[in-house]
């Protein structure tokens, strides 16, 4: 199973949509894919209508209450199964900070994967727009990172932090985290992107191929509760959602021609 993160510390970049649209991508290419989220504000969670407080959730992986296997929503969407989020993650994250037990703070949810690792292709983890404790444990158990950062004003801020906690948790805590790239989302084909593309290559990053378009259609299949390749077919996000889904693949060297159609998730 290859975990990829999706972090900036900045809100409102497209980090859900951008999970949600790239699980949707990879299941459409027969992939096992599990989606974890780990924002409180349960985005995701609330886009594949799985929310319920009453619920394990990510919260009880992270206070080592819960297996894994009790938490994960089987087939949330079309052979998409999610570790499903709530309010919880508050307490939570404040509950791993004082915990005394002799089970590290960083890597739990890691040690829960361990248990997933061979029913899964691809995990995508959505992460809060903050560095709690949901998405040091997402960095310390991710392979890859990927940081989308939305061609606006003030566009950069916070990528210098995450950079900078990145090679902290890989020093210390997870050898294997690599940063796969920061995708540009929310573009136009301004002057404004183009200063953004700039200030992202002065920081010495890589920087994903693909680019998502503007377009009203992303809300538009977030309040139909539907992925855009199944909302607006042939759209311009749709494609460069596609398009991001190979370039990744591409990176993992995953063969979609060749993949085990027994990684189908928890049932
Ligand atoms: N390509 C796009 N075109 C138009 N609107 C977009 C695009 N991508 C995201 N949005 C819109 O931007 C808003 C924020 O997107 P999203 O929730 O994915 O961001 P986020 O980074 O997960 O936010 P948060 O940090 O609050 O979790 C949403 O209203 C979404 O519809
Ligand atoms: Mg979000």
């Known amino acids: 199973m290859d975990k990829i993160a999706i972090i900036n510390l900045k809100g409102g970049v497209g980090k859900s949509v951008t999970t949600i649209n790239l699980a949707a991508e990879f299941s459409a ?44 929503c089987p087939n949330a969407c079309k052979g ?39 029913r899964y292709d691809v995990c995508l983890m959505d992460c809060p727009p903050d560095l709690d404790m949901g998405s040091i444990n997402a960095l310390c158990s991710a392979d890859w990172v990927i940081i989308p950062v939305d061609c606006d004003e003030w566009a ?25 790239g920061v995708l540009l989302t929310k573009y136009t084909r301004t002057n404004a992107e183009k200063q953004v593309a700039k200030d992202v290559a002065e920081l010495g990053v890589p920087v994903m191929t693909a680019m998502i378009r503007y377009t009203v259609k992303v809300k538009e299949a977030r309040s139909a509760h539907k992925a855009l390749r199944d909302y607006a ?13 190979d370039e990744v693949l591409d990176v993992l060297g995953l063969d979609v021609s060749n993949v085990d159609t027994e990684k189908r998730g928890a049932q």
């Open 233 to 245: 077919p042939g759209g311009t996000a749709t494609q460069d959602y596609a398009d991001l889904a």
């Open 156 to 180: 950069t801020d916070g990528l210098r932090e995450v950079l900078e906690h990145m090679q902290c948790l890989r020093m210390y805590h997870n050898h294997r985290l690599k940063l796969m």
């Open 80 to 118: 998409i199964d999610i570790l499903p989020s709530n309010m919880r993650m508050l307490a939570a994250n404040k509950q791993v900070l004082t915990d005394v037990s002799n089970v590290p703070q960083q890597t739990r949810l890691g040690y829960a994967f361990d248990r997933v690792e061979d």
């Open 29 to 72: 290419r027969g992939l096992g894919v599990l989606v974890v989220d780990l924002d409180k504000q349960a985005n995701v969670t609330k886009f594949y209508n799985a929310l319920d407080y009453d619920k394990p959730s990510t919260a009880d992986i992270l206070t080592c209450s819960k297996d894994i296997l009790d938490v994960v």
